[in-house]
């Protein structure tokens, strides 16, 4: 296929940690770009990728016709209105996560890019390997009998004062940058949008108020239920278990995963056995299956409504974290 060209709006570390070596990596990219505030930076960035073209806005290489898709790496609250004015350009939109501040402004950038026929995918690498395709089969084909119950943790500690995640205004906090995983993890294995989440967490009047720690519950239709536990201010842990009525499948490390460490472990009565490891760059996956899509070559791995979802769940269980009740799903 023709390889789908790129450009990067802003110079965040997530790029320079991984989403630009695998665009660099992957058969089917061509990364064209970088753009900047500070043209000086994003000259810079070029040079170091070996890249074509730096732009001193991201205004500028919306402009560029050469680019065809941009990756929106920048702080949440600028999602909305960077994916709509890259969709009024054309360009096909892969978006960080969590896609926008709330539901509402992700369902306004799903239907900016619809008018706009452009694709727009949210940036949850970990669902494009095959290692959670597969686990996805295993738990769908009963290889671990009734689904029962999954529980999941993803954590870090840091408290660098300038932290953009620290910002409560531009979508700080523990529940939007990491435990949004968990949750989209346990929608797409049971398949179903949750009924209710009830939701506990620690604020730091010294970080803006953020959401540093948070602990709780999804419930989910037919009793089955995420237990969840992540934030900022915990050790680092990264594990996902899927419970059914005949054994278990555990993933550790769950969502950041490297090549060599990328299988899982399935317990039955049978015994234990492993699965992988699948060698494979999530990222690269990614980036693959988005330009496949674009290309038309096979229909997007998950429906841009599906990120509107996610938000939908993160924002109930900021309210139940703020409230302290339980807070239902529409």
Not at 61 to 86: M, R
Not at 244 to 261: M, N, Q, W
Request: charged share 25%; proline share 5%; with cysteine.
């Amino acid at each position: 296929m023709e390889k789908l060209r790129w450009g990067i709006l802003g110079a965040a570390a997530i790029g320079d940690r991984a989403v630009i070596p695998a665009l660099l990596a992957s058969e089917t990219a061509e990364l064209i770009g970088i753009a900047s505030r500070d043209a000086e930076k994003s000259r810079q960035k070029a040079e170091q990728y070996g890249l074509p073209k730096s732009y001193g806005s991201y205004e500028e290489l919306l402009a560029d016709p050469q680019i065809e898709a941009v990756y929106i790496p920048l702080p949440n609250h600028l999602h909305l209105p960077w994916t709509v004015k890259a969709a009024r350009a054309g360009k096909h939109v892969l978006c960080e996560k969590p896609l926008a501040l709330n539901a509402a402004e992700a369902q306004m950038m799903v239907d900016a890019c619809r008018q706009a026929g452009v694709h727009l995918a949210e940036a949850f690498m970990y669902r494009h390997h095959p290692r959670t395709i597969r686990m996805k089969e295993l738990v769908d084909s009963g290889a671990i009998g009734e689904l029962r119950s999954i529980h999941g943790v993803f954590s870090f500690y840091n408290t660098a004062a300038e932290d953009i995640r620290f910002k409560a205004d531009w979508g700080g906090g523990g529940l939007y940058d990491i435990c949004c995983y968990p949750f989209s993890a346990a929608r797409f294995i049971t398949g179903a949008e949750p009924e209710a989440v009830t939701v506990i967490a620690q604020f730091s009047p010294a970080h803006d108020g953020v959401d540093m720690m948070a602990t709780g519950l999804v419930e989910f239709p037919g009793g089955i239920g995420l237990t969840f536990d992540g934030g900022m201010w915990t050790h680092g842990r990264n594990r996902l278990e899927v419970a059914g009525s005949k054994g278990r499948i555990v993933l550790e490390p769950a969502f950041l995963t490297e090549p060599e460490r990328d299988g899982f472990t399935i317990y039955t009565q049978d015994g234990e056995r492993q699965e992988g490891p699948y060698g494979a760059n999530a990222y690269v996956c990614q980036a693959d299956q988005f330009a496949r899509t674009v290309r038309g070559l096979e229909p997007a791995a998950f429906p841009a409504e599906d990120a509107v979802a996610n938000m939908k769940l993160i924002e109930a269980a900021l309210t139940s974290a703020r409230t302290r009740q339980r807070v239902e799903l529409s």
